[in-house]
């Protein structure tokens, strides 16, 4: 009989144990994987706030949207379609999780969220998209930026060895020489995205392209610090007059060489013109 109680309490004792592990793991899970787009019961960061979602969907759509949105979003999922626009075309990255991994971190976001049950969309706050209230109280030392300006244009090389940002990216701001036309336009990411839409990029990129340029090469924080507060720099100065950059003074010293071309031309010719006799 002992023996029996012995064993049974040995049972309890593992079934806590495993119940703390798996709890503690979709914590782990959930601040490595979620927590830089996400929170629970926060409200809206990069991506939706993530309280009551086990509610909202069944969970097969969610093991599916977690391994991979952009491919419901390609099968015109309208869910996937509509999160997709709302958050600024954002697409989430693609996760390597087991099944298991999944529902650790749908428990962990079920337990944590139970204490902001009533929360609602309209007593959450929003976050503020106007771009000179969030950059007004944003500021960044004169060495960051200048080292964000190197890391950028590739005259200061990343410490894993990622690509130069101008690689692949284009900002209009006062260089002659454009940068490079894989991906997007820079110049208002950080008015669109804030500090956290942009550092949560750079370490866990959503596109595909951007995802494999840096494998093994991830950047430190000191330099996702540095790109970041390049970023805003070029923001408050450019995304708004676009007439401070560069592409006009391009374009005017493209016409004035057109111009002189045409000038130099018709008079070779009206200098060689055959006159009739």
């Known amino acids: 009989m002992k023996n029996q109680y012995a064993t049974l309490a040995l049972l309890m004792l593992f079934s806590i144990h495993a119940s703390l592990y798996a709890q503690e793991s979709g914590e782990d899970l959930f601040k490595a994987t979620c927590v830089t787009c996400h929170t629970i019961g926060g409200g809206r960061l990069i991506g939706p706030d993530l309280s009551g979602v086990n509610d909202k969907r069944e969970q097969e759509w969610l093991f599916r949207f977690i391994r991979s949105s952009q491919k419901l979003i390609k099968e015109n999922d309208l869910v996937a379609v509509e999160l997709f626009k709302e958050y600024s075309g954002i697409p989430m990255p693609d996760n390597d999780l087991n099944d298991a991994e999944i529902i650790s971190i749908l428990d962990y976001i079920k337990e944590t969220g139970l204490g902001t049950s009533d929360v609602t969309e309209e007593s959450v706050a929003k976050p503020d998209l106007d771009t000179t209230k969030k950059t007004a109280t944003v500021t960044f030392s004169a060495d960051m930026l200048k080292k964000g300006n190197a890391l950028f244009y590739g005259h200061e090389s990343f410490a894993n060895g990622a690509p130069s940002c101008i690689a692949c990216h284009n900002i209009q701001d006062e260089s002659i020489i454009g940068g490079g036309k894989l991906s997007f336009d820079l110049t208002g990411s950080y008015g669109r995205l804030g500090e956290a839409g942009v550092l949560a990029i750079l370490k866990n990129p959503p ?11 991830n950047l430190t924080d000191e330099e996702m610090e540095a790109v970041t507060a390049m970023l805003h720099f070029v ?43």
């Open 235 to 277: 923001n408050e100065r450019y995304a708004d007059d676009p007439s401070r950059s560069a592409g006009g003074v391009i374009y005017a010293i493209i016409s004035l060489v057109i111009a002189l071309f045409l000038l130099i031309h018709i008079y070779i010719l009206y200098d060689n013109r055959k006159v009739p006799s």
């Open 207 to 217: 596109f595909p392209a951007m995802n494999v340029a840096l494998q093994n090469k």
